[in-house]
C-alpha cells in the first residue's frame, strides 16, 4: 500500500513533539476556517478528486517502464498535463516542477513516436527513438518520479467552488493568447502559447466535468501544426543534402495545408469568441 | 553552497481519521508562516532551488516559501525519511532550501555540522526546530563539511518581518 493510500505510512512517527504552538487555540481556528468554508462551498458538489489520474500515471509510469509503447508515453504525457491542471486549480505550486519535467521527457520520445507514424522518418527514428527512451527511463527510475507520486496521493481533493474560480484564469490567459495571436498571425511563439493554454483551459474545464468540442477541435489542430514544427527542426538537422530539401518542401507543403485548416476553424469559432462548454457525459 | 533547512510549518493535529500524510497546515500555520517567510526576505534569503518532503504539510509549506525562489521546487523522499548520502546527491545549485520534519531535520543539520554516520549524531543533535523554524548552514553539502550560519525560530523571524 501507498504511504499515503490508507493507514498509517513509513512516515508516520514524524513530527511527534508538537509544539505547544499547536495547542487548542490552534484547534479552534482550525474549525473556523473550516466552517468558513464550508459557508462558501457548496455541500451538495462533490469534491474534486485526483485519484483517478494519478492512479492513471502511476499506470503508465509502470507500463512504459516494461513496455515502452508509445500509447503509454503518450498517455503519462495526459496523465501528467491534467494533474499539473488540477493542482493549479487547488492553488498549489508544489509537484507542477516535477510534473512538467517529467512531461518533458516523455514529451521528446512522444514527439518521435508521431514522426514514426510518416513514411518518410521510419528509416531514421530508432536511434533517436531508443535515446529519449533511455533518458526517459532513467528519469522515471529517480527518486524525484517516487517522491513525485507519494505527494500526489497527499494532495487533498478540490471544493467544485474553488476550481470555478480558478477555471477564470485559465480562460483569461487562452483568450489573451487568441489576441496575441490577432495581433500577430505568423508568430510561432503565438500559436505554441496558444495550443498549450487552450490545452490547459480544456483539462480545467473538463476537471470541473465541463466540456468543450471547439477547444478540442482548435487544440488538435494546434497540434498537427506542431508536429509539423517539429519535423521542420529535425528535418533541418538531415546531413543529406538533398533529402533535407526535399523534406523541408514537403513539410512546408504540409504547413501551409494545417495553418489553413487551423486558420479555417478559427474563423469558424469566432477567434475563440464563441467557445461553448457543456457538461461533460457522466 | 548555503543551505537552509526549514521545518514544516503548524500543521493539522494527529487523528485517528487523518492520514499522517495528508495533515494539511492550518489557518493560523499558513498565517504564521507568511509572516516568517517576509522574515527570511528581510534577512536577504532567497532560493535557486526549492527540496520538499512529499509529505502535504511540507507542499504547503514549500509553497509558501516559493515566493523566495527563483528556480524549480523539487520534490524528494529522502526529506521524509532518516538522512542518507542520496538526500545530499540530490542536491544541486548554491543557495537552496530544503523543506522537512522532525527528527529528521535535527539529525541532517548535526550530521552535515558534525559528520560521522548519521546514527552518530541522531542523539546529540543540538538542533530542536519548532514548526516553521530555520537553520542557515554553509559549506560543502557533505557530512561534517558545513557550519551553522545562523538558526532562527519562528517567532525571530515574524519579529524580523515588523521590522
Known sequence: ???????????????????????????????????????????????????????????????????????????????????????????????????????????????????SEKERWRDVIDVPRAHELAQLLEALATSRIAGLLHGLHCV?????????????????????????????????????????????????????????KQLVTLQDALGALQDLSIEATRARALPDEERRERYLTEI??????????????????????????SEAAP | MNLCLVRHAIAEERAPEREDDRRALTARGRARFQASVRGMQRLGLSFERIYFSPLLRAQETADLLAELCSGELQVTPHLARSVSPALLDELAGEDVALVGHEP??????????????????????????KKGGIALLQGEARPGRMSVRAFYPPATLRALARL
Open chain 1, 156 to 212: 487533498p481533493d478540490l471544493a467544485p467552488a474553488r476550481a470555478r474560480v480558478a477555471l477564470a484564469r485559465f480562460e483569461k490567459r487562452a483568450r489573451r493568447a487568441a489576441q496575441q495571436l490577432e495581433r500577430e498571425p505568423a508568430d510561432d511563439a503565438a500559436l505554441h502559447r496558444l495550443r498549450r493554454r487552450l490545452r490547459r483551459w480544456r483539462y480545467a474545464l473538463e476537471w470541473l466535468g465541463s466540456k468543450s
Open chain 2, 104 to 129: 529528521h531535520l535535527s539529525e541532517l543539520a548535526a550530521w552535515l555540522v558534525l559528520g560521522g554516520a548519521p546514527s552518530e549524531t541522531r542523539d546529540v543533535a543540538p538542533f530542536a526546530f
Open chain 1, 1 to 115: 500500500m501507498h504511504p499515503c493510500g490508507g493507514g498509517q505510512g513509513p512516515s508516520s512517527n514524524l513530527d511527534l513533539s508538537d509544539d505547544a504552538e499547536a495547542g487548542l487555540e490552534e484547534r479552534l481556528e482550525s474549525r473556523a476556517a473550516g466552517e468558513a468554508l464550508r459557508t462558501v462551498n457548496d455541500e451538495s458538489e462533490q469534491p474534486i478528486s485526483p485519484a483517478g489520474w494519478t492512479a492513471r500515471l502511476e499506470r503508465e509510469i509502470e507500463r512504459t517502464r516494461t513496455a515502452a509503447e508509445p500509447e503509454g508515453v503518450h498517455q503519462l504525457r495526459v496523465a501528467a498535463g491534467r494533474l499539473s491542471v488540477f493542482l493549479e486549480l487547488s492553488g498549489r505550486r508544489a509537484l507542477r516542477d516535477d510534473l512538467r519535467t517529467l512531461r518533458r521527457h516523455a514529451t521528446r520520445l512522444r514527439d518521435l513516436d508521431v514522426m
Open chain 1, 252 to 277: 512546408a507543403a504540409e504547413s501551409r495545408a494545417a495553418r489553413a485548416r487551423f486558420d479555417e476553424l478559427w474563423q469558424e469559432h469566432g477567434h475563440l469568441r464563441h467557445v461553448h462548454t
